[in-house]
């Protein structure tokens, strides 16, 4: 079970988080915000060409992109991130835009941004919307993990299903050669070795019920040596 409430506070500050904005002031009051805030690991860039490079090189878990950038605007990074999901399948990206035009939004929208923070930028705001985004991602990422590991554990569980039934299956090959004695217990010594060679046990004891709570063994074959048993009844404490 994943638990929002349980995501530690330094999780949240140690988040790679990169802004993309060609305004410079933009990018120092973001800056400030978020390490005032307590985040230590930002990086930041008013080059919208170096800015795609970074988000493809850094691994960041939360962008912050301005839409309107000369030479590379926001959305042609928003394509070629979205063109990369497979290396990453759910990076959070936060537009920053002064643009009210709907269709602008709705257009960043399809190609995945995931919310966005209006220009002059509120303070609380910019924090809430940064941190919502990043606790999706951190339940993305435990959520990966716990598939991760639960198909670690039906792979496990395949291979020892697959030793059993082989297991079984040598047992039933055991079976099958077993000739039977002229008397119960030649026939229970055979079995006995039969399986312990073939089936690969490290012991088999066939016992028999001569009486109410009595046990007899028939047959003894394996490391154990419980061969000079046979024929004497167990200890009834045994």
């Known amino acids: 079970m994943i638990d929002a409430g349980g995501l530690a506070d330094d999780r949240f500050h140690d988040a790679r988080i990169l802004v993309i904005d060609d305004q410079a002031a933009n990018v120092r009051v973001l800056q400030r915000i978020l390490e005032q805030d307590g985040y230590r690991s930002i990086v930041t860039t008013t080059d919208p060409h170096e800015g795609l490079a970074l988000a493809l090189s850094t691994s960041p878990e939360l962008v912050l992109l301005d839409l309107r950038m ?36 709705r257009a960043a929208l399809r190609m995945g941004a995931k919310d966005f923070l209006t220009k ?35 792979a496990m569980r395949s291979v020892e299903l697959a030793q059993a039934q082989d297991a079984h299956r040598a047992v039933l090959a055991s079976l099958a050669r077993i000739q039977a004695g002229e008397s119960v217990e030649e026939t229970a010594a055979a079995l006995c070795n039969e399986l312990a060679a073939g089936a690969q046990f490290d012991s088999v004891t066939i016992l028999g019920f001569s009486g109410p709570g009595v046990l007899v063994p028939l047959g003894s074959s394996g490391r154990l040596g419980q061969e000079e048993l046979v024929g004497r009844p167990l200890p009834r404490a045994r």
């Open 120 to 154: 002059p930028f509120d303070v609380e705001e910019a924090l809430l919307r940064c941190r919502n985004l990043l606790e999706t991602r951190f339940l993305y990422e435990d959520l990966a993990e716990h598939n991760r590991r639960l198909a670690e554990t039906v």
């Open 70 to 105: 000369p030479g590379r605007d926001g959305f042609s990074i928003l394509a070629e991130l979205r063109d990369r999901e497979a290396d990453d399948p759910f990076l959070p990206v936060l537009v920053l835009t002064a643009d009210a035009d709907p269709e602008a939004r």
